[in-house]
């Protein structure tokens, strides 16, 4: 008697648990990220629309407005079928708001303690693994480690630890770059950058290097080689969007050039310069993938090797 009735609790219980995981949960319903924010209903619930939207996006503002209605409104099954989308800019970011919504709803801290919530291990190492399947690379050591030791304040509000081991070192010439990069800085002005692996090197002439820095209060340089040409991007040290650009290495043209997005976090630090902003550039197939991280998150876009086309974005802020 008492197997046949652990037998029919064993089935109540996964019939509840397949009812939990098919029906919207509270995370589907009510999520701090949706506050104070207005919605067209008329589009709510035609996430064809919305896809479309994303994906036609001219800016950051665009593309955040469609995501917040696609996704953190979206019911879990949804977001689910997501993952599996054509397009890895839908792909990633429906990844991500799983582990998104792994982090409790209730304020990660008070205006004394700055206390800091745990993201599911479990989530991150599966978002982690998610990515290199998707994109068919390696994730650099540097962001890989990063991305699983990530905490967070609440949905939307990412804390990541700085590196003891930074990626990147200050070189002779004055600019951040990652290890493996030598930066000189030629006479006739510009910077002259050459990988210690390879001895391949390019030169950056320098009315575009100081087109590029004006404004800038701290610049960095991250650059790789690949067939006979070099892609670099000139980013500031702490935060923001920057050029990835491809040279010709013999001759220092410029073939083409492409907008990061980066993390979208802008300011957000205070206190003198320092090298907060790392970038690694992955060629991969027919395309170069950035990898970065700032201190408001982190991301990964695609580009096209051939002619700098973007391919997709993700970044954890949006």
């Not at 648990?17 to 067209?40: K, W």
């Not at 998104?100 to 599911?120: F, Q, S, V």
């Not at 030598?182 to 390019?202: A, H, M, N, V």
């Not at 040279?247 to 073939?255: P, Q």
Request: charged content about 25%; some cysteine; glycine content about 8%.
């Amino acid at each position: 008697m008492n197997h046949h009735i652990a037998i029919c609790c064993f089935f109540v219980l996964a019939w509840t648990i397949s009812i939990l995981q098919c029906s919207p949960s509270m995370a589907d319903v009510a999520d701090s990220r949706v506050e104070g924010l207005e919605f067209d209903d008329d589009i709510d619930r035609k996430p064809k629309k919305l896809l479309e939207a994303a994906l036609k996006a001219e800016g950051p503002g665009d593309v955040m407005e469609a995501f917040v209605n696609l996704f953190v409104r979206g019911p879990r099954p949804e977001i689910i079928e997501l993952k599996s989308h054509d397009h890895d800019t839908i792909a990633l970011r429906a990844a991500w708001e799983l582990v998104e919504r792994t982090i409790p709803e209730e304020p990660g801290y008070d205006a004394d303690e700055l206390l800091t919530k745990k993201i599911n291990r479990r989530a991150l190492h599966q978002f982690a693994g998610f990515v290199e399947g998707r994109l068919k690379t390696d994730l650099p050591e540097w962001w890989k480690t990063t991305l699983l030791k990530a905490s967070a304040y609440g949905r939307g509000n990412i804390d990541l630890q700085r590196q003891k081991r930074k990626p990147y070192l200050k070189t002779d010439a004055g600019v951040y770059a990652p290890l493996g990069i030598g930066i000189t800085r030629p006479e006739e002005g510009g910077i002259e950058f050459y990988s210690f692996e390879t001895d391949e090197s390019c030169r950056v002439p320098a009315q575009l290097w100081r087109k590029t820095t004006d404004k800038m209060l701290a610049p960095a340089v991250t650059a790789v080689f690949h067939e006979k040409r070099c892609y670099v991007g000139i980013h500031g040290a702490i935060s923001g969007s920057f050029q990835l650009r491809c040279l010709e290495c013999e001759t220092s043209k410029v073939v083409w050039s492409a907008q990061v997005w980066a993390s979208l976090a802008g300011g957000g630090f205070s206190g003198p310069p320092a090298n907060l902003h790392f970038v690694t550039l992955k060629p991969r197939g027919d395309r170069i993938l950035v990898f970065g991280k700032e201190p408001g998150g982190m991301y990964v876009e695609g580009f096209s090797l051939k002619d700098g086309k973007n391919q997709f974005r993700f970044g954890t802020p949006y």
